[in-house]
């Protein structure tokens, strides 16, 4: 006997035309899981048996197997959607995900579409830390796009149960805390949390940190990531100190060791800084007296810490 797993969005009858190249077999699925029925629903991941030498149309079962496909016709039932809340954000997705989960605390309301089969999930924000997991009803060819609707005050928003390859925000995110861990993808989106304090990026690669500019109030940004590029890096931190005006103190931590040495860097005529690499930048936000006043800066790079030295 066989062992055959369910994916999203299969019925029994997918699985004999899978199994067995037409979905006559369902005698032979019925015969060797007595608790199934006709009128059960199939769960993903949920186990069958079957008779591992039994075929009706070898050449079906053979086309399945040479491309690498499963035929999961599922239900459509619940198109159109409708949504009562403004758009707040597109998240996109590797079609071969099953599943996705987002996890968030605050208060106010979500409509979540989440791309496929599945009616919109609507969300109460009660102020207690929530995770909304869902499993993909069905199979999609291109990247899945995932929408969110609402505008919540948040102060926790967690992504990286969503695995994006891209995401879209439409209007300003208030959020107190951001995560997405060991996500590749753009992070132009992010020019619109300008209001949060901490965002942690660890595992996350990108090609440029210059979206996370407008959040002057960051108190706290993780960036251990190996795989970063030092010039991302140093372009960053460069920023920083050239779009200082506004900016609250921070701790970044970082795993790539920004260009140069730690020093100060030389002036032009008019007294302003000359900055040539990233460790110097990382020098100046350390010993800018009136940028250390209220709080200092402080940056972890490897384990290291380079902080503003009171007297």
């Not at 009706?56 to 239900?75: F, H, L, M, Q």
């Not at 060819?141 to 990286?160: M, S, Y």
């Not at 008019?270 to 940056?299: F, P, Q």
Request: glycine fraction near 8%; charged fraction near 20%.
């Amino acid at each position: 006997m066989g062992k055959y797993t369910v994916t999203a969005g299969q019925c029994i009858y997918d699985i004999a035309l899978h199994l067995y190249g037409s979905i006559e077999g369902i005698t032979d699925l019925l015969i060797s899981n007595p608790a199934l029925s006709l009128e059960d629903t199939l769960r993903s991941g949920q186990e069958l048996v079957y008779s591992d030498d039994f075929e009706i149309n070898s050449d079906v079962v053979a086309w399945y197997r040479n491309n690498g496909t499963k035929p999961a016709g599922g239900e459509h039932t619940v198109y159109p959607k409708e949504f009562t809340l403004p758009l707040l954000a597109e998240i996109r997705m590797e079609a071969s995900h099953t599943g996705a989960a987002l996890t968030l605390a605050g208060l106010g309301e979500l409509e979540i579409d989440w791309g496929d089969n599945s009616p919109a999930q609507h969300v109460l924000l009660s102020g207690e830390q929530t995770v909304v997991g869902h499993t993909f009803d069905n199979t999609v060819a291109a990247a899945r796009r995932v929408r969110l609707f609402g505008d919540p005050v948040l102060q926790t928003l967690d992504l990286t149960g969503m695995h994006p390859t891209a995401v879209f925000l439409f209007r300003r995110l208030h959020t107190e805390r951001f995560t997405l861990e060991n996500a590749r993808l753009d992070l132009s989106f992010m020019s619109l949390l300008a209001d949060t304090r901490m965002i942690d990026l660890d595992g996350t690669v990108t090609g440029s940190l210059l979206p996370l500019l407008p959040c002057k109030s960051l108190m706290s940004l993780g960036l251990n990531t190996k795989a970063l590029n030092q010039a991302t890096i140093d372009h960053y931190l460069i920023a920083l100190v050239e779009q200082y005006y506004g900016r609250r103190n921070c701790m970044i931590c970082l795993l790539v060791e920004p260009s140069g040495e730690y020093r100060e860097p030389l002036r032009d005529e008019n007294g302003r800084y000359i900055l040539t690499s990233g460790m110097e930048a990382v020098w100046v936000l350390t010993h800018e007296e009136s940028w250390n006043e209220a709080d200092v800066w402080r940056i972890v790079i490897c384990g290291r810490t380079y902080s503003y030295q009171r007297e």
